[in-house]
């Protein structure tokens, strides 16, 4: 009769195991970049909404690709996420092998339903968006407040020899946004930018 258990118990490890197998390494760093380019995204998107900027109306997939990768801050938070992501994965299925009893108490006896597998996976769909869009509306409230409380400016120098000065968004491939005020945004294309001064100090008496 243990044997049968012991099986039954290899049995079930072996299958989670297979389940739950960690990816060769091409595939491991083709969705860590994925992840960081959905986060990036989600970061940028709500950041420049701060502004009143849709950034999807200024911007193409590259800029989406590509940005990311200049932003520590989302790079860290996402393999973060992952990592953390993955650990819960691994603590989940072994408690739910070595301690079946105490699984089935975290989830009030909804192991042993057909449909558990389904849900658990589902809470888990909801998380995560909830989870990317709560950091990422306290990523953005705190970079707005960064640029108003900074004192730094750029200048532009236009093609035309006119020029315009403010506190630096942010820039893609094809757009500088600039803050002129606290409520003034302004959006530059790049092709009309003929140079920019940057680290313009507030001058004090």
């Known amino acids: 009769m243990n044997n049968n258990n012991n099986n039954d118990t290899s049995a079930a490890q072996n299958k989670l195991k297979l389940k739950f197998a960690i990816p060769d390494l091409q595939t491991l760093i083709t969705l860590f970049y994925i992840s960081i380019v959905v986060v990036g995204m989600i970061f940028n998107s709500t950041y420049y909404g701060r502004f009143g900027i849709n950034i999807f109306d200024y911007s193409d997939i590259l800029d989406f ?22 650990l819960l994965f691994r603590l989940d299925r072994k408690t739910r092998v070595k301690y079946p009893k105490l699984y089935k108490m975290m989830y009030a006896g909804m192991t042993e339903k057909s449909w558990f597998d389904f849900v658990y996976y589902i809470q888990y769909l909801v998380f995560i968006p909830i989870y990317l869009i709560g950091f990422s509306s306290v990523y953005a409230s705190f970079q707005k407040k960064k640029i108003l409380k900074s004192e730094d400016k750029i200048e532009i120098v236009f093609n035309d020899g006119t020029t315009t ?13 600039l803050l002129e005020s606290d409520e003034k945004v302004k959006i530059i294309p790049n092709s009309s930018v003929k140079s920019i001064i940057a680290n313009l100090k507030k001058k004090t008496n």
């Open 65 to 86: 690709l590509v940005a990311p990768l200049g932003d520590l801050k989302i790079l860290f938070f996402t393999a973060l996420t992952l990592l953390t992501l993955y």
């Open 165 to 177: 000065s403010g506190k630096k968004i942010g820039a893609n491939s094809s757009f500088h946004f």
